[in-house]
């Protein structure tokens, strides 16, 4: 087994990360996420995801080593700078989408507020390190690329 899993956590480098069998896959999906017309709302997105990716990285090394009391404190401090900007992000959003009085707003937000109501919950399950991790992980890597995908994609025709 690669020398990365006995690592200390803040020694592990990106030259380490680029030994793990899941960045191949991490890396296709970062590219997964749309253009959604807007730069600002772009770079959210892609800060969202890096966090989601970096909490991967911890669900990937739990897997893989078995270890999980290793790695619950540093996923936690990953998670709650997630659930914080990821509601900073949604209300940025919702105001300009009522600012430009997009059509699909009120669907929006509804889907804004279920994402929340799911995101405590998994807070709420990596606090209690609740061992179900694959699930876990599952639905980690799904909510904002599907949430971008569809719903933020259908503001893209107000940028033109
Ligand atoms: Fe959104
Ligand atoms: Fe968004």
Same mark, same amino acid.
């Given at each position: ?9 803040? %020694? *592990? ?18 590219? +997964? ?5 807007? &730069?600002?709302?772009?770079? &959210?997105? @892609?800060?969202?995801?890096? !966090? ?5 990285? $911890?669900?990937?090394?739990? $897997? ?10 540093? !996923? %936690? %401090? *990953? #998670?709650?700078?997630? #659930? ?13 989408? *009522? &600012?430009? +009085?997009?059509?699909?707003? @009120?669907?929006?937000?509804? +889907? ?10 998994? +807070?709420?399950? #990596?606090?209690?390190? @609740?061992?179900? *991790?694959?699930?876990?992980r599952k639905w980690l890597l799904?909510?904002? $690329? #599907?949430?971008?995908n569809t719903h933020d994609l259908?503001?893209?025709? $107000?940028?033109?």
């Amino acid at each position: 087994m690669s020398e990365v899993y006995d690592k200390p956590l803040d %020694e *592990i480098s990106d030259a380490d990360l680029n030994k793990l069998p899941g960045q191949p896959f991490r890396e296709r999906l970062k590219d +997964q996420v749309v253009d959604v017309g807007f &730069s600002q709302f772009n770079d &959210s997105h @892609n800060k969202l995801m890096d !966090l989601i990716l970096d909490a991967d990285v $911890l669900f990937d090394l739990m $897997l893989v080593t078995g270890n999980t009391a290793k790695y619950w404190g540093r !996923l %936690e %401090e *990953i #998670v709650d700078d997630l #659930v914080t900007y990821t509601k900073q992000h949604f209300a940025e959003e919702e105001e300009f989408l *009522i &600012s430009r +009085q997009h059509a699909k707003i @009120n669907e929006h937000t509804a +889907q804004h507020s279920r994402l929340v109501e799911e995101l405590n919950d998994f +807070q709420k399950s #990596v606090t209690s390190q @609740n061992e179900d *991790i694959i699930q876990m992980r599952k639905w980690l890597l799904e909510w904002l $690329l #599907v949430h971008v995908n569809t719903h933020d994609l259908s503001y893209k025709e $107000l940028a033109s």
